[in-house]
């Protein structure tokens, strides 16, 4: 059986940027995110379902679960030259979902990003 874990997410931040010298800067960011968990699972004919049979039949008309999490990341920044630089961003945007109804996980990420000023 094949089951489907769907998270999405918004965020409200404010963001820092650190200044070092040569050419290399810190980034920081603080504050919520609006996340959105959905579990899906297989039906008879194997395709995905809205809705596993487990999550309806027992408890809740659907296995969606949306929270406000507290939201953060970390980056750093390097400068080639003064148009382009290479950043590297780390987010973390807490634990999704709800243990009974959609189950939980944690959602991180880590992005490497190609600055171009003009």
Known sequence: ?????????????????????????????????????????PSETGTITTNPPSCVDIFFEDCTSTKTNFYWGLGAQFDINPRFGIRVDYDNYGTVGEEFETGRAKVESLSANVVFRF
């Open 1 to 41: 059986a094949v089951y489907r874990y769907d998270v999405s997410a918004a965020t409200v931040a404010m963001a820092a940027h650190l200044p070092l010298g040569g050419g290399v800067a810190m980034n920081g960011r603080l504050g919520a995110a609006f996340t959105g968990a959905r579990l899906r699972g």
